[in-house]
């Protein structure tokens, strides 16, 4: 069964930092990846998706990458701002459980202004 | 564009009631359809998916059920709530094909007395 980890569980950063958020899954057969913000009492929002042939991609201030044969994905935020606060989800999709996404339990992220 | 709407926003409710939640997509046809719960500190945990009128699948054995009536429209519900049907229920949609995104709704936090 797909796991997939994200470590740290928190973070907090001065604003106007460049900081990179990491999630790694256990079996590299995926679909894609996709990376989803959460303000709190909120639904998710997605920000990037990419597909298992892809390396990276990237939305204004916001970059992630994918090493599939690894197992690992990051979410680069440039230039932090207070309004970035939030957590910070990634999910695989599976090759062989096409209608299931497998997410991470997330990040934290606060922004100190 | 597609919009997702999910209701209500909160609900609580007495242990043995019946408990109904509905979602709705609007700006697309056949939409894969997703009902998750989030517990607190915890990942999301897929509950039911949909690829088109009454066809549901379960993915953990509950005491919910879900039903798609319309192409657009995913239910969730309970004949009798226990406790540990609390929290936060999210909905979700994406177009057919595995290399969609996917799309969430608000929410609906559920409270069990």
């Known amino acids: 069964k797909q796991e997939v980890t994200q470590i740290p569980a928190a973070l907090s950063v001065p604003e106007g930092e460049n900081l990179v958020l990491n999630c790694s899954f256990t079996?590299?057969?995926?679909?894609?990846l996709q990376w989803f913000r959460q303000d709190p009492g909120k639904g998710l929002t997605s920000l990037l998706l990419i597909q298992s042939s892809q390396r990276e991609q990237t939305s204004g201030r916001l970059n992630a990458s994918l090493d599939k044969s690894s197992g690992r994905s990051t979410l680069y935020i440039a230039a932090s701002q207070p309004g970035d606060s939030a957590t910070y989800l990634c999910?695989?999709?599976?090759?062989?459980?096409?209608?299931?996404?497998?997410f991470g339990t997330g990040t934290s992220l606060t922004v100190i202004p | 564009s597609q919009t997702i709407h999910q209701w209500p926003a909160t609900l609580v409710q007495p242990v043995g009631s019946p408990l109904s939640l509905e979602c709705t997509v609007e700006g697309t046809s056949n939409p894969n359809l997703y009902w998750y719960r989030q517990a607190a500190g915890r990942g999301l945990q897929l509950l039911f998916y949909?690829?088109?009128?009454?066809?549901i699948s379960s993915e953990v054995p509950q005491n919910l059920s879900a039903s798609r009536p319309q192409d657009r429209q995913f239910i969730l519900s309970s004949k009798k709530l226990l406790l540990s049907d609390s929290g936060f229920y999210l909905c979700a949609w994406s177009r057919a094909g595995a290399r969609q995104p996917q799309h969430f709704g608000d929410g609906t936090r559920l409270s069990i007395l």
């Open positions: 999910a695989v999709r599976p090759l062989n459980t096409g209608n299931q996404f497998y």
């Open positions: 079996d590299s057969a995926i679909y894609n």
């Open positions: 949909s690829v088109g009128i009454g066809q």
